[in-house]
C-alpha cells in the first residue's frame, strides 16, 4: 500500500485527532524530499489520478507567491474569495 511506498505509517482522521490531542507540540524536522501530500486530479478526462507533493513543492510555491505579491517574512497573508470582498 501506500505506507510501504513511502515509508511512512498511514493513520485514520480519528487517530490523527487523537495523536494531536495529546501532542508536546513539538514538530519531527521533515526533508524536502519527504511526502507532503497527495493531491488528486477531478478524473474529469478519465481517472482521477494522484500526484505526490513534496515538501520541497510547497516551499517553492511559497517562496514564488512571497516573490511575486512581494511578500516579507513575518507578514500574514489571507486568501479570500470574491464573494467576500466588500467594496
Known sequence: GLAMLFGRSMHTLDEV??????????????SQEDVAAI??????????????????????????????????PGEIDTVDRPSNVVT
Open 17 to 30: 485527532e487523537r495523536r494531536g490531542a495529546s501532542s508536546s507540540g513539538d514538530i519531527e524536522p521533515v
Open 39 to 72: 493531491l488528486f486530479t477531478s478524473g474529469s478526462t478519465g481517472v482521477a489520478k494522484g500526484a505526490v507533493y513534496r515538501h520541497g513543492n510547497f516551499l517553492a510555491q511559497v517562496e514564488a507567491i512571497r516573490a511575486m505579491y512581494g511578500i516579507a
